[in-house]
């Protein structure tokens, strides 16, 4: 999700940042590379934590593994 790799930029975050935050570091690896979809529980953490706004976590976006055009 973009609005995650340029919070993590631009606060200089690593990926273990963003494991600290969502769980585990594969779940983390897994969001990043758009093979895991953000959870409710994980977007609610990234608002109270990194301040990123919920209105961007909750937009639909494409998964990695995913096939004809359907969203996340």
């Keep these: ?3 995650i790799h340029s919070h993590m930029q631009l606060f200089n ?3 273990k940042a963003l494991a600290e935050v969502i ?3 594969p779940r ?3 969001v990043l590379n758009r093979k895991r979809a953000l ?3 994980m977007i609610f953490k990234l ?3 990194w301040n990123i706004p919920a209105e961007i976590l909750v937009r639909p976006y494409h998964l990695a593994n ?3 055009g359907k969203r996340a």
């Design 13 to 15: 975050l690593s990926r």
């Design 28 to 30: 983390a690896t897994e």
């Design 66 to 68: 995913e096939r004809g």
């Design 1 to 3: 999700m973009e609005a």
């Design 39 to 41: 959870t409710l529980d």
């Design 23 to 25: 769980g585990s570091s």
């Design 47 to 49: 608002n109270k934590e």
